[in-house]
């Protein structure tokens, strides 16, 4: 089983979602993957934004997410780290310069088929997270949000 771990700010909105959509992904295609995501300005146990909940309702995503701090143990837990954006990754690396081979943006990751082939070392796994990744990846207005996570 693969641990993915995928990280944003707060943690309430866009980690959440990825989070969201990959566990339903991987359950139904059958891929063994553990999803979890943190912000790295997160607030312990604050509930997902309404408008990420509403998006995860339309989707069918009935999980109930609340926010984590990227923390070591999260760190140490995943086998891929996902960030949304490159100053993300820029502070995951800071914090914890020993896993800064597995940390890559939502945009590396998808750009890299290679690398991802390699980190993940499994078909269903990749296909699976490039599919999320490639909707995740499109752009979203700033009347679509809430709140900034």
Same mark, same amino acid.
């Given at each position: 089983?693969?641990?993915?771990?995928?990280?944003?700010?707060?943690?309430?909105?866009?980690?959440?979602?990825?989070?969201?959509?990959?566990?339903?992904?991987?359950?139904?295609?059958?891929?063994?993957?553990?999803?979890?995501?943190?912000?790295?300005?997160?607030?312990?146990?604050?509930?997902?934004?309404?408008?990420?909940?509403?998006?995860?309702?339309?989707?069918?995503?009935? #999980? =109930?997410? !609340?926010?984590?701090? $990227?923390?070591? %143990?999260?760190?140490?837990? *995943?086998? +891929?780290? @996902?960030?949304?954006?490159?100053?993300?990754?820029?502070?995951?690396?800071?914090?914890?310069?020993?896993?800064?081979?597995?940390?890559?943006?939502?945009?590396?990751?998808?750009?890299? #088929? =290679?690398? !991802?082939?390699?980190? $993940?070392?499994? %078909?269903?796994?990749?296909? *699976?997270? +490039?599919? @999320?990744?490639?909707?995740?990846?499109?752009?979203?207005?700033?009347?679509?949000?809430?709140?900034?996570?």
């Amino acid at each position: 089983m693969k641990n993915i771990l995928f990280v944003c700010t707060g943690n309430t909105c866009r980690s959440p979602m990825a989070e969201g959509m990959l566990r339903k992904l991987s359950k139904q295609r059958g891929t063994p993957l553990e999803i979890r995501s943190a912000g790295v300005s997160a607030v312990d146990g604050m509930p997902v934004s309404h408008h990420a909940e509403s998006i995860l309702r339309d989707q069918d995503i009935q #999980d =109930r997410l !609340v926010s984590k701090p $990227l923390t070591a %143990q999260l760190v140490e837990w *995943a086998d +891929l780290i @996902l960030t949304l954006t490159q100053s993300h990754k820029q502070y995951a690396i800071r914090q914890f310069p020993h896993a800064a081979d597995k940390m890559h943006t939502l945009k590396e990751f998808v750009e890299d #088929d =290679r690398r !991802v082939l390699e980190d $993940l070392q499994e %078909q269903d796994s990749l296909y *699976a997270t +490039l599919e @999320l990744a490639r909707s995740l990846g499109r752009d979203v207005s700033d009347s679509d949000r809430e709140r900034p996570d």
